[in-house]
């Protein structure tokens, strides 16, 4: 059982390297651009006309993969399932303020995934 | 083989579980709140043949609730078989909890053919969840139709994409589905939002389009039968932007919306009911949910349908990429509206749907009309991911299936074992009716064909709470029987019949019982339906009324009203017609009015248009009443101290009216508890003083020497003066209040004059008070009550004053005065409950934590009852209406025959019913005459010229709809049968 377990984060940890030299520079772009964000948060930039919060920020991070990483359907869905495990942890927890706040971003997910499968249904080339 | 059948078997169980719902509950209904199951189901049902129901409340359009029908009519067959009422509900509940069930089995059949004991799982997500709870606890007919509809509807549409279904068998469906399914346009919103899910679903097997528009076809046509009337009131009645109220509801949105986050909403628990609270961990409504909030495993298995849907569209077969995006699309719509006004989403369906989107006022209830949009999405995700599953893991996915419906049964405990009724609360659903209901019920059966008049309802709590256990937002007589009756309306609270009422139980209350037999003689009610089983705060009926005719039946009574007096038929002609100024206050002047008059709206446009009418008519004016006014503007004023800082005065009351006509007026002054008040009816007019000469006095009236009046504005004072309810509140003979609470109390003397000091070192809970009780305190009444203060140091003074009865406090009102060092005026007004009950008055010295303590003073503490009698000013007619002689016949609740004679001029017909454009006069001797509103609420026709003898009949004319809708519906039944049969007829030949 470990030595299987072992060897499969083996090849886990050799698959996300390789993907993440593959696209070293879209990854560095990526965490700028959301480092960049926080920091235009912060300091209130845009604000009163487009306020940055923290939503579109999410937003922003669900959808700059798609286009930085050619993220499909199922990413995005792996991040809603992910959501959806930390909004059930947090609600286990009975913090469900902080719950509720996350249910939102797995309702984000959800959309952006839907939009993303119909894409790809539609334009599929099967 | 042994699997299948083991399959059937717990879908055979599961259909039953409503079984279990009664099991060691023998001769028990489940009844009561929004639950209307009817103790007479074939009185229920014809009710639903018309588009008007004349028993509640003086008629009102029922067009909505003309979708009802297919589902009350399974109620009415084992009536006919002459089964219990219990037994013919369990298979009502039966039917319907099975249909669901099997709708959600067969779609899975056709979306996993070849996994049996995913099917079954598919059909127990969607037939059993919490969403369900609030569904079969109240029989929503709309919810349990629209929740029917939607796999059934999806699976006739895969079935024909997938050519698995000739198309004569998919017509045939559809019609008998579309029957089904036919509840859900008791609430039209339930209806559109089932057509979008068509209308989505038939897009995404767009390869047969073309069968799903003749399959909706199929739908519409035969749902003609409620799709036309409602259609038509829909139209006619509502505007596209707001009038939620027109059709009896209220605009509850945004309290619906409160906890439907998307936290909750994805794990299926938005019921608003769900999150009420008496105290911090006692529900107030749903025992239950506690568990659901609280328990970790309860809390986890809400996380679980979710989970998987999510995870399918991570692991699925490709060949599930349609439904998976249906399933999708069918999710975020679902989260979005049942989200309702809730942030973040909430802003934009407000400012986008609710305030640009046309008719969208009708989805009321977000969170319940679009729920079930989510839970089909569940079932079917649920599905792809464990079929995915089996393809590689067939083991574990048989233990997963296995795991989540043995999981979700018990997760749905309340549902499975009857807990949805709360039979550990106070007011659960599990009703034993006495036997004097059904006592009462063949009586009333055997009235209501030949009813003389309406039954007035009493006491008139908006909610009828029995100690047996059954509460209603209607009257049970509705429940039992299709008599006529009148009584407290929980919506439509604003209509003119409702103001009507108010007045009329506030009389009877009172014992104004002359004013209370004119007021239900207007409308049309001969008899007050007792229940001295009802839990109530109102005081019981005057014993004059229970010496009238009475029909006994255990604890409730039928009493006839006026026990001398010729209660008017429905149909009458008027001999006095009198104009009313202002028209607003009219039920005051109906009081007034006999059997005989009839009280019009100089106003209104069609009158207008017939002067004759007016010309000859009496006026009646309503003065207003300068204490009343105070009282008004005082209760409509914005929270300030200047409206309380002041001195009132109620030794004088002014009456202000306004005269349109000039000529000879009678003040005609209300006698009720007259003798509380010391009057001197040496008065002023318009500043010039007159001696006021009674006339005459009938049991309710003084009726005063005529004055020629001008038109115009007018002014009547007069002294009134009322004894002071509190006793010793001057403090001049000394300590004559209780103490509350240890502290000083001195009586000081200050230049002759005694007042109250109050010195409260440390004393809290009670705050130390003199109290006082209201002397021959009257609950009717509203009190001025005012005294003198001034705050010497600590905590302000306060007035706290407490109306309760034998077992609790009813009110509790606190004044908390301002901070002022000098002596100072406060008076503020009190209108108490009307119920046996008393008053006290706490002149409090507060605690505070500084160590010094408060001192306060008080003195003149006084209080009065307000003089409330209304004024009247009444212009006698010039000359009598004619009155011919009228007979009808109730035909139908929409039609009704008439037979005129005597007509030798012109004349008033009035239909006491409530007032509507279509209602029709329809005549082949006479012209179509002028239609207007009479006595605030009922319909007049005004026949100028006509024969000495005609007839002519009343018709509601929306009830055309129905018929068509109907002859529409049994045509479309037809030709789908026969349809069917010739294709069957052609494939074997």
Known sequence: MLPSLISFMKNTYKRVDKWASHHHLNLIIYNLLITLMFLLRSAGYFNPYLPISVNLIMIFALVSPIFLFRANFKTIFVATTFFWMFTGFLGILKVNIWAERTAIYVFESLVLGVILLAWETIFSKE | ?989
Request: proline content about 5%; hydrophobic content about 45%.
């Open chain 2, 1 to 989: 083989m042994i699997m299948k059948h083991f399959i059937k078997a717990i879908l055979v169980i599961l259909c039953l579980v409503p079984v279990i719902w009664f099991v060691g509950r023998p001769g028990i209904l489940i009844n009561g709140s929004d639950t209307n199951f009817p103790l007479d189901p074939i009185g229920w049902f014809n009710r639903r043949m018309y588009v008007w129901n004349a028993t509640s409340n003086a008629g009102v359009d029922f067009s909505a609730s003309t979708a009802g029908s297919v589902f009350h009519l399974v109620q009415v067959l084992p009536t006919l078989l002459a089964q219990p009422l219990q037994t013919t509900e369990m298979l009502s509940l039966i039917f319907w909890f099975s249909a669901i069930l099997l709708a959600a089995y067969f779609l899975a059949k056709t979306l996993f053919p070849n996994n049996p004991i995913l099917q079954t799982l598919f059909a127990s997500l969607y037939a059993i969840n919490p969403y369900m709870f609030n569904t079969w606890e109240n029989a929503k007919v709309s919810n349990i139709s629209f929740v029917l509809s939607l796999p059934i509807f999806l699976n006739i549409i895969i079935s024909l994409n997938q050519n698995r279904i000739s198309l004569a068998k998919g017509i045939l469906l559809s019609t008998l589905s579309g029957l089904l399914i036919s509840g859900a346009g008791i609430n039209p919103a339930y209806f559109i939002i089932f057509s979008v899910f068509f209308w989505l679903s038939s897009a995404f097997y767009l390869k047969s389009i073309h069968k799903s528009v003749l399959v909706f076809l199929i739908i519409l046509l035969v749902n003609a039968f409620w799709i036309l009337p409602t259609t038509n009131f829909v139209l006619t009645n509502i505007g596209p932007f707001g009038g939620l109220d027109k059709i009896g509801y209220t605009n509850w949105i945004d309290s619906l919306s409160k906890n439907t986050s998307f936290y909750n909403v994805l794990r299926l628990q938005g019921a608003w009911d769900w999150y009420e609270f008496d105290v911090p961990g006692k529900p107030t409504y749903i025992p239950y949910a506690v568990n659901y909030f609280y328990r970790f495993p309860f809390i986890a298995f809400s996380l679980v349908l979710p989970f998987f849907s999510f995870m399918a569209y991570i692991f699925h077969e490709k060949k599930n990429r349609i439904n998976l995006l249906l399933s999708g699309t069918l999710l975020i719509i679902g989260l979005f509206m049942a989200s309702g006004t809730h942030p973040p989403t909430g802003v934009i369906f407000r400012r986008l749907l609710m305030n640009h989107l046309p008719f969208f006022s009708l989805f009321r209830s977000p969170w319940y009309i679009f729920t079930p949009l989510i839970i089909l999405a569940y079932a079917i995700l649920t599905g792809i991911f464990i079929d995915k599953l089996k393809s590689k893991f067939n083991k574990i996915s048989r233990v997963l299936i296995s795991s989540l419906f043995l999981g979700n049964l018990i997760y749905c405990y309340p549902l499975i074992t009857g807990r949805i009724f709360r039979p550990s609360m106070p007011d659960n659903f599990y009703i034993r009716f006495p036997s004097y209901v059904f006592e009462a019920q063949k009586w009333l059966k055997s009235i209501e064909n030949n009813q003389l008049g309406r039954i007035l309802s009493y006491p008139p709590d908006e909610i009828e709470r029995f100690k047996w256990g059954y509460n209603g937002i209607d009257s049970i007589l509705s429940l039992l029987s299709s008599v006529e009756v009148v009584f407290s309306p929980l919506n439509g609270t604003a209509t003119p019949t409702s103001s009507i009422l108010k007045e009329l139980y506030y009389r009877l209350a009172s014992g104004d019982l002359e004013l209370a037999e004119n007021l239900a003689n207007k409308l049309n009610t001969v008899a007050i339906f007792e229940k001295n089983d009802q839990r109530t705060l109102y005081p019981a009926l005057p014993s004059a009324i229970n010496k009238n005719e009475v029909k006994v039946f255990d604890r409730w009574s039928f009493i006839t009203i006026a026990k001398n007096k010729e209660v008017k038929p429905k149909i009458f002609s008027p001999k006095t017609i009198y104009f009313g100024y202002p028209f607003i206050s009219g039920e005051k002047m109906l009081a007034y009015l006999g059997g005989d008059d009839v009280y019009l709206n100089p106003e209104d446009s069609v009158i207008g248009e017939i002067p004759t009418l007016y010309k000859d008519s009496a006026k009646i004016v309503l003065a207003e009443n300068s204490q009343v006014r105070d009282l008004v503007d005082y209760e409509r004023a914005k929270a300030g101290l200047e409206i309380k800082l002041v001195d009132r005065n109620l030794n004088k009351v002014n009456y202000k009216f306004v005269i349109e006509e000039d000529g000879e007026y009678e003040p005609i002054l209300e006698k009720s508890k007259l003798d509380r008040y010391k009057i001197s009816y040496s008065a002023m007019i318009d500043s010039q003083d007159i001696n006021l000469e009674v006339q005459k006095s009938s049991a309710s009236y003084l009726f005063f020497q005529s004055l020629m009046l001008k038109k115009g504005w007018h002014n009547l004072t007069l002294d009134v003066q009322s004894k002071n309810a509190i006793e010793g509140g001057d403090f001049d003979l000394g300590e004559k209040f209780n103490r509350v609470n240890e502290a000083s109390y001195m009586i000081q003397n200050e230049n002759g004059n005694r007042y109250l000091e109050i010195v409260n070192k440390d004393k809290t809970a009670p705050d130390p008070a003199a109290a006082f009780q209201l002397v021959d305190f009257d609950s009717s009444l509203p009190y001025l009550i005012k005294a003198k203060y001034k705050k010497i140091y600590g905590g302000n003074a306060k007035f706290e004053v407490t109306q309760s009865n034998k077992l609790t406090a009813l009110i509790y009102q606190k004044e908390d005065l301002p901070e002022l060092p000098e002596w100072t005026n406060y008076s503020f007004y009190f209108r108490p409950i009307f119920t046996d009950s008393i008053v006290n008055i706490n002149l409090t010295a507060p605690f505070v934590s500084n160590g010094f303590g408060t001192k306060v003073v008080y003195d003149d503490l006084e209080a009065y009852p307000l003089f409330t009698n209304n004024l009247l000013l009444v212009k006698k007619a010039q000359k009598e209406h004619l009155q011919p002689t009228i007979k009808f016949t109730k035909v139908s609740p929409v039609l009704y025959d008439v037979a005129v004679s005597g007509a030798t001029g012109p004349h008033t017909i009035v239909f006491s019913e409530n007032y509507s454009p279509n209602w029709q006069f329809q005549s082949q001797d006479i012209n179509q005459p002028a239609h207007f509103t009479a006595n605030m609420y009922a319909n007049a026709w005004f026949i100028e010229t006509s024969p000495n003898d005609y007839k002519f009949r009343l018709y509601y004319k929306p009830q055309t709809w129905r018929y068509l809708g109907l002859v529409i519906s049994i045509i479309t039944l037809c030709a789908a049968i026969s349809y069917f049969i010739y294709e069957k007829h052609i494939q074997k030949s």
